[in-house]
Nanobody
Framework: QVQLVESGGGLVQAGASLRLSCAASGLTFNRYTMGWVRQAPGKERVLVATIKWSGAETYYADSVKGRFTISRNAANSAVYLQMNSLKPEDTAVYYC?????????????????WGRGTQVTVSS
């Protein structure tokens, strides 16, 4: 049974940093592109960042480029999202997702597995 479990969300002030983590189990981690997707209340989902199974390539949405960094650790089957200089518009539920053998996995349909999400709230 595949599980993706996010953690690290919270309430912070604008300009602060947060680090999200996603622990993956039940899948061959090194065969999956991993992504972070966010959804704000009343808005559509947005792909924030992806990282290739090798960790050698990454993708970022323009809205987070230069502020967010995605990384992965094969030893513990985890993917991370370091978020710096947070803005109120970054407020959303952040989901971790896994796409088998697909790169750069920019379509939501590329992802087979999804976590339940972690709330990030940035106050002004």
């Amino acid at each position: 049974q595949v599980q993706l479990v996010e953690s690290g969300g919270g309430l912070v002030q604008a300009g602060a940093s947060l680090r999200l983590s996603c622990a993956a189990s039940g899948l061959t981690f090194n065969r999956y592109t991993m992504g972070w997707v966010r959804q704000a209340p009343g808005k559509e989902r947005v792909l924030v960042a992806t990282i290739k199974w090798s960790g050698a390539e990454t993708y970022y949405a323009d809205s987070v480029k230069g502020r967010f960094t995605i990384s992965r650790n094969a030893a513990n089957s985890a993917v991370y999202l370091q978020m710096n200089s947070l803005k109120p518009e970054d407020t959303a539920v952040y989901y971790c997702a896994a796409a088998p053998g697909s790169w750069p996995a920019l379509r939501f349909n590329d992802y087979n597995y999804w976590g339940r999400g972690t709330q990030v709230t940035v106050s002004s």
